[in-house]
């Protein structure tokens, strides 16, 4: 197993196989990706309302959204980088994924595909933030989304 990945669902909602789907995704993606063994990672699946209080406080956007990524290896200003000796293992602590189900009920329902594929669209997405991808720039965006496609279908979740 790639990633110790914890799962939790503060909806209570989603069903086993929606969970099952989302890790079974993360770890094909890691393989794929190569990401370092046992590298961390947690997914917390929320409701719009909570979503939205997230994205208000931490990104000032006061609207839900589908997902966001806190990268904990990413520095912030006047952060101070943890220095490692070279012996010394260090688990990969990647950061937290925030899923809003309600959200991506919604957007299935808009873009004409399951509830299973967006799902595993969104923890891909954030994945994928959480490695230094993004979409700001057009060339960014497609890296990221062919990178997203080709996973996803490789996986069996085609658009």
């Known amino acids: 197993m790639t990633l110790e990945l914890d799962l939790i669902d503060e909806t209570e909602e989603l069903e086993p196989d929606a969970l099952d789907l989302v890790e079974g995704l993360l770890q094909f993606a890691a ?24 994205n208000r406080d931490y990104r000032d956007k006061d609207q839900p ?28 602590i ?37 490695l230094g991808y993004d979409h700001i720039e057009p060339e960014d965006e497609d890296v990221m989304f062919s990178l997203q496609r080709e996973v996803l279908n490789a996986y069996g979740l085609e658009r």
């Open 31 to 54: 393989k794929r990706l190569e990401i370092q063994e046992d590298s961390e990672l947690v997914v917390t699946f929320v409701d719009n309302a909570r979503i939205q209080e997230i």
């Open 65 to 92: 959204t589908d997902v966001i990524s806190f990268a904990l290896e990413e520095m912030g200003d006047g952060e101070t980088e943890i220095a490692w000796d070279e012996d010394m293992e260090a688990p990969r």
């Open 94 to 130: 990647l950061g937290d994924i925030i899923i809003s189900t309600e959200r991506a009920l919604e957007q299935a329902d808009e873009y004409g595909h399951g509830f299973d594929r967006e799902l595993g669209f969104l923890a891909l997405h954030g994945l994928l933030h959480l």
